[in-house]
C-alpha cells in the first residue's frame, strides 16, 4: 500500500490563535456541499470558526505577540482521528520538542459500534 503524504505550511500573524482540521477526500468545486470526506466545514475551504466534522484529528495553536511569553500548540484526538499529524516550528528551536499523532490510529483502535 502507498503511502501519502502532504505537508502544509502558513503564516500566521504574531498574536494568532485557531484551530486546524485535517481533512481527507476535499474537493472544493461543490456549492455548500459536504466538500471533504473527513473534517468538512460545511464545503469551505477555510472553517472560520466552524468545527471540522469529526472524526478528525485537531491542531490547536496559541501565538502570543509579546515574545516574553510562550507559544503553544497541540495535536488533539478530541474529535477522533483521521490522519496522523505532527506540526513543526520555523525557524526550528532547540527548546521546542515536535509532537503529534505519528501512527495510524485506526489500526489499534476498536471500530465504532454500528446503529441497530
Do not use: H
Not at 503524504?5 to 477526500?25: D, H, K, L, M, Y
Not at 464545503?43 to 496559541?62: F, M
Not at 510562550?70 to 490522519?83: A, C, E, I, Q, R
Amino acid at each position: 500500500m502507498k503511502s501519502l503524504q502532504a505537508e502544509q505550511q502558513f503564516v500566521a500573524p504574531w498574536s494568532w490563535n485557531g484551530q486546524i482540521w485535517a481533512r481527507t477526500g476535499c474537493k472544493f468545486d461543490s456549492n455548500w456541499q459536504p466538500a471533504c470526506e473527513t473534517g468538512d466545514c460545511d464545503g469551505r475551504l477555510q472553517c472560520n470558526g466552524l468545527i471540522g466534522k469529526p472524526p478528525a484529528t485537531l491542531v490547536q495553536v496559541v501565538l502570543q505577540g509579546d515574545k516574553s511569553k510562550p507559544n503553544f500548540y497541540d495535536v488533539s484526538l478530541v474529535d477522533g482521528y483521521n490522519l496522523p499529524v505532527s506540526v513543526a516550528t520555523r525557524p526550528f528551536s532547540p527548546k521546542c520538542t515536535i509532537r503529534g499523532c505519528s501512527k495510524n490510529l485506526n489500526n489499534l483502535c476498536p471500530q465504532e459500534p454500528s446503529s441497530c
